[in-house]
T-cell receptor, first 114, second 112 residues
Framework: NAGVMQNPRHLVRRRGQEARLRCSPM?????VYWYRQLPEEGLKFMVY????????ESGMPKERFSAEFPKEGPSILRIQQVVRGDSAAYFC????????????FGSGTRLTVV | DQQVKQNSPSLSVQEGRISILNCDYT??????FLWYKKYPAEGPTFLIS?????DKNEDGRFTVFLNKSAKHLSLHIVPSQPGDSAVYFC???????????FGQGTRLTINP
């Protein structure tokens, strides 16, 4: 029973390139969340998705960032035209339904923009 | 606007003693609180939670206390063990929202 799987673990992109981060939730979990952690800071909510639906994207930057959770396959967080300030650890979490008991987080993708 | 604050960036405790980590919040609509533990290069791991209808929740060596009037919660670890050395985050949610608001974290070091 694998946990939340994120790949890649490390991603290096040059300024202006696109970054695609993948997240496969735990089996049976239909809710996916993306969080970002900047250096020396706590995690900041970005977006909450269910299959084929974006439920809450209040934490997503207005430009360059998008997320999806298709009917088949992993959830994708996409960052277009990356800038140095996008360098951070991006964590995905999943839950079966409601929040009780907390989410299960993946190990994260560390994005470095050079 | 930091709605959840952990004012101690770090804490050092001797093995076997009690570790107390503190967290304050400003949003009175928060009604569910959680503590997560994080090792380097790993994702946060859920430790314990508490609903606003309670003032205490225990799970083994971990106890969370909630003081709603003071908008304060704390995590007690007793006895502290070397494996408890990690960064601890408190988090909160409210009004049925699925998203969490995290504090900045406290780095706990347990000394042998």
């Amino acid at each position: 029973n694998a946990g939340v799987m994120q790949n890649p673990r490390h991603l290096v992109r040059r300024r202006g390139q696109e970054a695609r981060l993948r997240c496969s939730p735990m089996k049976g979990h239909s809710h996916v969340y993306w969080y970002r952690q900047l250096p020396e800071e706590g995690l900041k909510f970005m977006v909450y998705l269910q299959k084929e639906n974006i439920i809450d994207e209040s934490g997503m930057p207005k430009e360059r960032f998008s997320a999806e959770f298709p009917k088949e396959g992993p959830s994708i967080l996409r960052i277009q035209q990356v800038v140095r300030g996008d360098s951070a650890a991006y964590f995905c979490a999943s839950s079966p339904k409601r929040l009780e008991g907390g989410y299960t987080f993946g190990s994260g993708t560390r994005l470095t923009v050079v | 606007d930091q709605q959840v604050k952990q004012n101690s960036p770090s804490l050092s405790v001797q093995e076997g003693r009690i570790s107390i980590l503190n967290c304050d919040y400003t949003n009175s609509m928060f009604d569910y609180f959680l503590w997560y533990k994080k090792y380097p290069a790993e994702g946060p791991t859920f430790l314990i939670s508490i609903s606003s209808i309670k003032d205490k929740n225990e799970d083994g060596r971990f106890t969370v206390f909630l003081n709603k009037s003071a908008k304060h919660l704390s995590l007690h670890i007793v006895p502290s063990q070397p494996g408890d050395s990690a960064v601890y985050f408190c988090a909160a949610s409210g009004q049925g929202a699925q998203k969490l608001v995290f504090g900045q974290g406290t780095r706990l070091t347990i000394n042998p």
